[in-house]
């Protein structure tokens, strides 16, 4: 099943306060700190800053590292920014584990009480890479207080020597950033950069669940799709965004045809296959919508189709026919004889195949008190669940994981033929509750944007 990703959109502000430093010798001036390395580090004054750093900004965490790295939007941000500056200039990007992403996340608080190299305790700012267990050889810190955006923050430390030779330090290779909004600190924006190196991969590798193909659209590059390449090195396993300068060339007039693209890093080398395809033509589905990134798997897998060329229709209600449909589709559409099984299905209708093929695999019923199937009637989530269990059985799949949906306010709504099911749904995370999680609104209308939702969970949960 072919995977999609859109990407994360940063502001730019206010600039305040600036702070650097290079294990094991660092100075004070006016902005805190500039870095003085124990290694030669000389930046170039004719280093680049280039114009687009702070586009395309991925989305944080597609991959498994989601679950391993604590890092926020805006932290996942600046280390992307930071690898493309090191990339235009020639330098190796940085990646981030879990351990040295503690150590930022210690640093981030406390810079809240006190903006200086120095910890609150006394020690010095290398200390929380020890009680993190981070393994280095060099180390540096970059701070700043006041930013209100990574795109302000990296300009800050950018227009700072100390900082930016940090940043740009060849020494270093992995990186771990810390912003903290704290209303009662000084600077109210705290932000921390903590570097460590050095060393060479072992092994690279895609932090992905699955070998795709992953869909890239003609207006979109590698960046925002938010793949992260994983890392083996010494240290440690380590992650960072893979981002295009990285990549071979992807040729954007192939649509519709699988082209695998080449990653390197460090002298290593990965592969992945990308699918080429228009953007989605529908006015109705916005990129900040809940449903953007479920409506595209859905369209561009060939799954879901739009109500008309420009319109989705994600409020609009789905029909059972419909739904069997998706699912017959999501089976490559064989050829099924008609028989006369449900009285409201005609041969020769659009949906007539998907009925038929639905019910012969076992994952529709016709009405237990008419036998007619209601083609055009609205499909409710608890009937949705129900056919999707029956199908995921088809499949051949584990059904067996389930949850207690008692908690949902309705939760005793469910019908006693959709118990099991709606067990299973949301046991899995296919079906989730309403209004923050309160509600599961089982013989609710299902929408056409919840439907591509449910699709993509399950092809996800499944790796389909």
Known sequence: MKKFSKNLCVVTSLVAMLGSIVMPVYASDTVIGEAISNQSNVVSESAILPEDFGENIPKQFTGISRETIQMN?????VLYMTNKIRMANGIAPLSVSSKLQNAANIRKNELTQKMDHTRPNGSDCFTALNECGVPYETAGENIAGGQMSPVDVINSWW???????NMLGSQFTHMATGYLYSQGSP???????????????????????????????????IDEMGINLKIKCPHGIYYMPIIEEMCSEIDKSLIGKDQTITISYGGKNTTIVLRVFEPMPFADVSPNSWYYDAVAGVYYNGIMTGLNN????PADNLARAQFATILYRLNQEPQIPYMPIFPDVAEGEWY???????????VVNGYSNTGKFGPADNINREQMAVMMYRYAQFLGKDTSESAEYGRFSDGAAVNEFAKQAMSWAVGTGIISGKDNGTRLDPQGNANRAECATIIMRFLEHYNL
Request: proline letters at 3%; one cysteine or more; aromatic letters at 12%.
């Open 73 to 77: 939007e805006y932290e996942w941000s």
């Open 159 to 165: 227009n700072s020597s100390g900082h930016r030779s």
């Open 187 to 221: 600077w109210k924006h705290n932000w921390v950069q903590m570097f460590t190196g050095t060393c060479k991969p072992e092994q690279i590798s895609l932090d992905l669940n699955s070998q795709g193909p992953y869909i890239i659209t003609t207006n979109q590059s």
């Open 310 to 313: 420009s319109k989705f229709g």
């Open 352 to 362: 007539t195949e998907a009925v038929l093929w639905a019910n012969k695999v076992g």
